[in-house]
């Protein structure tokens, strides 16, 4: 075990080992290997710099207290430590650690922020922000309505292909977190608005080049993440909105229209293609906070 050895070999070897097990076996997407490469090298850098041998509950402490006093708060420290259980469980589960110096560790507390969500109002002027004349327009209308339609994430977005839609049935086949594919209905005015792009804003973005994927730059290539949050900060501030907008204030949006509207819970787990329903339920948290300051608001006895 190397738990008993006087000297433990590079961290950063382990390190890469759980992320190869985490592409290969567990088949997790791109985004979050990269998220737990970051969380794991940070702690391996941590490892390496005290020059302690085999990791240990102390060790893990110390890092976690590391990270506080660096200005990280609860919430992000408490994903780190996620990251370690998991980066742990494989080692010993390998055999190459003897045993878990995460057991008994209490994650730090994290207050559970609600996401910020936009008012209808807010969500129409964002989606006529984006001139309809101009190719890129056709495009970011039809990239705007179909984030708000169906509660994409903005790498789910920039993945599709057009074999993914569906015009005829209104359905959107998405291919999410570990691979997983679900389906998503779409509504007329996002089906309309992707109809107007294709025929008329695809083609001259392309200009003879051929592409599989839906949405793409002005060179032909499929739109990044990157360039999406920029849109869509650009449209937010073009629609008068006051602050910037990020792809997952519109996904949040979505879902909490929905639900406000009396659609199930299970039925918005589904379509945000949520593993855990509790990862769902926050958006209820957020309609009784929007319930509560309509109350404050206009209720005579607030």
Sequence with gaps: MIGTMPEAPDPSAWVQAYLDHCRIEKGLSFNTIEAYRSDLLRFAGFWRGTGQGAPNARLVGQYLEWLRQGGLDSRSAARHLSALRGFFRFLVREGMLSRDPTEGLKSPHAWRRLPHCLSLEEVERLLEAPDSV???????????????????????????????????????????????????????????????????????????????YLFVSARGTPLTRQAVWKLLAKYSLRAGLGRRVWPHAVRHSFATHLLEGGADLRSVQLMLGHADISTTQVYTHVMRSRLRQTLDEHHPRA
């Design 134 to 212: 101009t190719p890129t327009g056709l495009r970011d209308r039809a990239m705007l309505q179909l984030l708000y339609a169906s509660g994409l994430r903005v790498s789910e977005l920039c993945q599709l292909q057009l074999s993914d839609v569906n015009h005829e049935v209104g359905v959107v086949r998405i291919l999410g977190k570990g691979n997983k594919q679900r389906l998503t209905p779409v509504g007329r005015a996002a089906l309309e608005a992707l109809r107007a792009y294709l025929e008329h804003g695809r083609g001259r973005l392309l200009k003879r080049r051929s592409s599989p």
